[in-house]
């Protein structure tokens, strides 16, 4: 016999002979019927679960110890079988020893540590029951690491969304939207895993949504803080899903920042003109009246509410109340009180209630992410005319068609052309930026059949266009148009190759006394577009856009993909009689 044996052995007897009050006590062990008795309890000690005590699968048909809670309120009840407790008649001394290291390791004095009999089938469906927790752990575990993954690899991109297609039949994806454009990450990544992932991130990590996963039906949700450890970030998500063809679902994660939004960016260092900059700091500054910006998901447009708040809250330097409801918020605002607008049981997310309570708490400005129904239209209409300045958004194709829009959610026309009510009327798209390393040049272009071959048809636009512009006056030079660069360069190859980042491109719309009176009739749309056009010649978007591709910022055919063609503008300025550019 070795020394160390031995000196188990001694071990062995020294804690026997200290237990020995509960060995008399044998008779007084609780009996434990069933698992239930023991719920909220997990095994520990046992090897592959928590090697405390080191004891094998084997020993743990005989001596199982379990654990609930942790620290100071940490309970622990080391369960023998009764197979073998009524053999020998006394507590085996395994379990005493397994009880002593659970006390040292867990620091616990003896009263929190509990003996007691039970079935060896009590024991076996208790350890059944902790070795399936503790695989459903590591599945999940492996979804959020895979999900964070994900996550960082996307923001450190510069991505914006991640798109988790589960599809039946075609490959399952995973994609993630960068510079606007949406990337593959996998592209076969299996329906059971996409699906698993999505129902992983709705039930375990999302609130506000308040229902489980619903694969029939369309939901959303927010995940209020994703640590990302790699990057040393920490982000929050916002959640929709919805079931797609052929038993299909699609998951979209927005990233959002959890930072508190500090110092506003300079508005043209967002894509905004000179004039354009102005108009937009004159709104926010008139003590009333209604800011809405219309644009698709992903046009910048909540960047933009988030800067222009900011920069009113600077310019009052915090001597007012500012409100907002969102859905979700998307970014903290310093010293705002922000409302998070929470989706009812049928996931209608609960506008009108959100707006009515940020009027009760007395604002000075109003911010409500969407008008979305004629409640709301109403309650906002109420909060201008009750002098607040608003803004919000709508889905609208053009800034003046915001009037439409806003005339359908039921804002009389009276009300819409009254001197104080549309103070400002935005639409905008982010275009990609051409990244200046690797650009490709017109002339360069233009001169390699290569090169020329995927873009003849771009280039006799942007010919047909140059040629037109400065017939009617506007001094464009086509060779400082720049062409995006398939192949990238090293400072752009990681994300999308040849593109940098993204512009807002917006056509901003102060109305005048003679628009407001167009306002008042619907037949005079056609009259208030040329009126517009004609009397603020080239701030349409897509003159906008046209101005920032002869500038070289962005590509040609990044113009066409969000907007219209090239040739489009030369037939509406013939249509308009639309003449030359006043303010450049
Ligand atoms: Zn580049």
Redesign the pocket.
């Known amino acids: 016999m070795t020394a160390s044996t031995n000196a188990l052995i001694n071990r062995r007897n020294e804690i026997t002979s200290k237990d020995d009050k509960t060995t008399a006590r044998t008779s007084r062990l609780r009996h434990i019927t069933s698992p239930n008795e023991l719920d909220g309890f997990r095994v520990i000690g046992v090897q592959g679960l928590d090697d405390v005590a080191a004891l094998t699968r084997e020993e743990a048909q005989d001596i199982l110890p379990l654990m609930s809670g942790t620290g100071a309120t940490a309970q622990v009840v080391v369960l023998v079988s009764s197979v073998f407790y009524e053999k020998s008649g006394r507590v085996p001394p395994r379990a005493l020893e397994v009880r002593q290291l659970i006390r040292s390791r867990f620091n616990l004095s003896g009263s929190a540590i509990e003996i007691a009999v039970a079935e060896r089938a009590v024991l076996r469906g208790l350890l059944d029951r902790s070795v399936q927790a503790e695989s459903e752990y590591s599945i999940s575990s492996t979804y959020q690491e895979d999900l964070i993954e994900i996550i960082t690899d996307a923001l450190s991109r510069g991505g914006s969304d991640v798109h988790i297609e589960a599809r039946k039949g075609v490959p399952s994806r995973i994609r993630v939207r960068l510079n606007g454009e949406l990337v593959v990450r996998h592209d076969d990544c299996g329906y059971e895993y996409a699906y698993s992932l999505m129902q992983y991130i709705y039930n375990t990590l999302s609130h506000e949504g308040g229902v489980a996963f619903n694969a029939r039906s369309q939901q959303d949700a927010v995940i209020p803080k994703l640590p990302l450890p790699r990057i040393n970030k920490v982000v929050r998500l916002r959640v929709a899903t919805t079931p797609t063809a052929n038993d299909g679902h699609d998951m979209v994660l927005r990233i959002l920042p959890l930072e508190t939004l500090s110092e506003p960016k300079p508005l043209d260092a967002m894509g905004y003109t000179t004039r354009q900059a102005q108009q937009l700091l004159d709104a926010i500054s008139l003590p009333q009246g209604l800011i809405v910006f219309a644009g698709t998901t992903g046009s910048g447009k909540s960047t933009s509410l988030a800067n222009l708040l900011l920069l009113r809250a600077q310019q009052m330097e915090g001597r007012f109340k500012l409100i907002t409801a969102e859905n979700p918020v998307e970014y903290l605002l310093p010293g705002a009180t922000q409302i998070p607008v929470v989706a009812t049981e049928l996931g209608d997310p609960q506008w009108a209630k959100a707006i009515r309570a940020c009027l009760r708490l007395d604002p000075d400005m109003l911010m409500v992410g969407e008008i979305r129904d004629e409640d709301s239209a109403e309650l906002i209409r109420d909060a201008v005319q009750t002098g607040h300045p608003v803004l919000s958004t709508v889905h609208a194709g053009s800034s003046l068609v915001i009037i439409d829009r806003l005339v359908g959610l039921k804002i009389p026309r009276d009300v819409l052309a009254s001197p104080d009510f549309m103070s400002l009327m935005a639409k905008q798209d982010l275009l990609q930026t051409?990244?200046?390393?690797?650009?490709l040049e017109y002339a360069e272009v233009s001169r390699r059949p290569t090169l020329r071959k995927a873009r003849l048809d771009v280039l006799s636009r942007l010919r047909l266009l140059t040629e037109h512009l400065d017939r009617v006056g506007v001094d464009v030079d086509v060779n400082n148009v720049r062409f995006q660069?398939p192949e990238?360069?090293?400072?752009?190859?990681h994300a999308t190759?040849?593109?940098?980042g993204r512009t807002a491109c917006a056509e901003i719309v102060t109305p005048d006394r003679t628009m407001r009176e167009m306002f008042l009739d619907p037949a005079k749309r056609g009259e208030l577009l040329a009126y517009w056009l004609t009397q603020y010649p080239r701030e349409s978007q897509m003159d906008i856009a046209i101005n920032k591709m002869f500038a070289g910022i962005v590509d040609p055919s990044a113009v066409e993909r969000k907007l219209y063609s090239l040739d489009w503008v030369v037939k509406r300025d013939v249509d308009y009689g639309v003449g030359q550019c006043q303010q450049v």
């Open positions: 051409v990244c200046p390393d690797c650009a660069n990238g360069c090293e400072k752009c190859r190759p040849g593109v940098i």
